[in-house]
């Protein structure tokens, strides 16, 4: 006689999430595209009906994807803005780059070296939208850390600072996605170029450069 499997009954925030990140994984390995209600429901072990209940559609469960991707992505960013080497310029340059790297496919069917699963964004108005939340998020991450940082101990010579940083962003994921075999040398000279940072110095870290007024 066949037994059969018991639900496990779970409080709806937790199962709500449990199906984000069902879908997320699923994403990651089939494409957004190629995944159904089904294979979410699978990989959870609901009924199809339960993740319908919980997603309401295909649409609003992708946005619940592509958000949770987003605030992992800020996340990163938080934790790579804590653990830099206040003055080190560049070793913030290129982990910024690495950070980037792994956040961010080079193709619209690649696969980011996340520790979280990234979306196989298998269609273009996708991936623009993955961009462009990121582009938000990471700009709203920069503004209240890194960017008053650097004020606080150089002069920033750039105007229109956060038009200038969402240039940089989507540049960095275009050339990246254009040029997947671009080296982390030419991308930091060209982020170093378009924010004028400070010049390369032996003083150390401490010393990159003077404040105004020394």
Not at 7 to 19: G, H, Q, S
Not at 24 to 53: N, P, S
Not at 56 to 75: E, K, P
Request: proline share 5%.
């Amino acid at each position: 006689m066949e037994t059969r499997r018991r639900r496990t009954v779970k409080a709806p925030d937790a199962r709500r999430e449990e199906i984000v990140a069902a879908a997320r994984r699923m994403f990651a390995q089939r494409g957004v595209r190629a995944t159904t209600f089904q294979h979410i429901a699978d990989e959870v072990g609901v009924t199809r009906g339960l993740v319908y209940h919980y997603a309401g559609s295909m649409d609003q469960l992708v946005t619940l994807v592509l958000d949770a991707c987003v605030a992992d992505f800020a996340d990163e960013l938080r934790a790579w803005d804590a653990a830099r080497t206040p003055g080190d310029i560049d070793g913030a340059v290129r982990t910024y780059i690495q950070l980037f790297r792994r956040n961010l496919p080079h193709r619209l069917d690649g696969k980011a070296h996340t520790a979280h699963p990234l979306p196989r964004l298998d269609d273009a108005g996708l991936y623009v939208r993955y961009v462009d939340q990121s582009v938000t998020a990471l700009l709203d991450v920069l503004e209240a850390t890194t960017i008053p940082a650097y004020a606080a101990r150089h002069t920033i010579e750039i105007r229109h600072v956060r038009a200038t940083f969402a240039m940089l962003l989507h540049g960095i994921v275009g050339v990246m996605r254009t040029t997947p075999d671009i080296g982390d040398d030419v991308l930091a000279d060209l982020v170093r170029q378009t924010l004028r940072l400070a010049p390369h110095t032996s003083r150390g870290p401490d010393r990159e450069r003077p404040l105004e007024g020394e």
